[in-house]
């Protein structure tokens, strides 16, 4: 499966998706579609750990005083399934690989 987790008002989810070939891939653009439950688990069997895929940029995990908080799996899990934004983007998967967030050295 090809597939790409994004956010249309995302200027760097827009720059990467500019620059790359997306002609074979699956888009979902999470706030209009969120993530599934069965979704992230599947990213997660990727992964092998929510934490991997949340975004601490988020305003509502400042908002929320999350780093004042010990999360667990359970709970990364939890905050990605009930705030779109908890979600870090793009998440592009490529078969079994998945490449989480901006970082410019794996978008390459």
């Known amino acids: 499966m090809k597939k790409i987790y994004y956010l249309k008002t995302c200027f760097t989810c827009r720059r990467i ?3 790359m070939d997306i002609t074979n ?5 999470i706030k209009t579609e969120p993530i599934t439950v069965k979704q992230l688990d599947e990213l997660f069997s990727l992964t092998k750990s ?4 949340f975004s ?3 305003k509502k995990y400042k908002q929320m005083d999350l780093k004042n ?3 667990t799996e359970k709970d990364y ?3 990605i399934l009930d705030e ?3 979600l870090k983007r793009p998440v592009i998967i490529n078969e079994n690989e998945v490449f989480v967030g901006s970082n410019k050295k794996k978008v390459v």
């Open 17 to 19: 998706l500019k620059e």
């Open 25 to 29: 891939y699956i888009l979902q653009e």
């Open 50 to 53: 929510y934490e991997v895929l």
């Open 56 to 58: 601490r940029r988020a």
């Open 69 to 71: 908080q010990n999360l």
């Open 77 to 79: 899990r939890q905050l």
């Open 84 to 86: 779109y934004t908890f």
